[in-house]
């Protein structure tokens, strides 16, 4: 049973860089059958997917977010980051990461709790 | 840009059916994915590639498909049912994902 759990601030100012981890339990994360993906969802709204990695560091992101995203992997720390550039109140929202598991499609089977970030100055 | 539409609410009885719809016009070309979110929790899959379901979850969640809609449907309502669906699919020429704009289910 794969485990996820984000870390990061829960406030980030406007205009900085917003930087999160997500910690992944099992070795999944050597596979590579596996994407790993950041999800967002503000306050009573809805899905909204960043972008993914894989362990070749192959990267796919959001075309809306592409330009201020970057997504990262540390196979080491069973780690993979986000970091979103010259953030606005507009990217507050619950932060996810999941895992993106080929042989399913492209599906999420293992997702973390999520963690609260808000951009207020 | 792909595009999925859901209904914002859906409501029935207990021992009913629901059904929850998804349209978009990528849809005959990829599959569908569905979520479950229960309130303050993570979301949760519960069908993948239009009807599959995954290991735990109740055989009366089923999925479909008819041209450019797919549908989960919940046979025999129950309350621990009452949550925010949301489909999935994704764009190949990406690929990205994207999620449809939710559909509250409430169990009357």
């Known amino acids: 049973q794969e485990q996820l759990q984000e870390s990061g601030p829960g406030l980030v100012k406007p205009s900085q860089t917003l930087s999160l981890t997500c910690t992944v339990s099992?070795?999944?994360?050597?596979?590579?059958?596996?994407?790993w993906s950041w999800i967002r969802q503000p306050a009573g709204k809805g899905l909204q997917w960043i972008g993914r990695?894989?362990?070749?560091?192959?990267?796919n992101y959001n075309p809306s977010l592409r330009s201020r995203v970057t997504i990262s992997l540390d196979t080491s720390k069973n780690q993979f980051s986000l970091k979103l550039t010259s953030v606005t109140a507009a990217d507050t929202a619950v932060y996810y990461c999941?895992?993106?598991?080929?042989?399913?499609?492209?599906?999420?089977?293992?997702w973390g709790q999520g963690t609260m970030v808000t951009v207020s100055p | 840009s792909f595009e999925l539409t859901q209904p914002p609410s859906v409501s029935v009885s207990p021992g009913q059916t629901a059904r929850i719809t998804c349209s978009g016009d990528?849809?005959?070309?990829?599959?569908a994915y569905w979520y479950q979110q229960k309130a303050g929790q993570a979301p949760v899959l519960v069908m993948f590639?239009?009807?599959k379901r995954p290991s735990g979850i109740p055989e009366r969640f089923s999925g479909s498909r008819s041209g450019t809609m797919v549908t989960l449907t919940i046979s025999g309502v129950q309350a621990e049912d009452e949550a925010d669906y949301y489909c999935?699919?994704?764009?190949?020429?990406?690929?990205?994902?994207?999620f449809g704009g939710g559909t509250t289910l409430t169990v009357l």
């Open positions: 099992g070795d999944s994360i050597n596979s590579d059958d596996y994407y």
């Open positions: 999941a895992r993106d598991n080929g042989y399913l499609g492209l599906a999420f089977d293992f």
């Open positions: 590639r239009d009807n």
């Open positions: 990695i894989h362990i070749t560091e192959r990267t």
């Open positions: 999935q699919s994704a764009d190949s020429s990406g690929p990205y994902v994207v």
């Open positions: 990528g849809l005959p070309r990829e599959y």
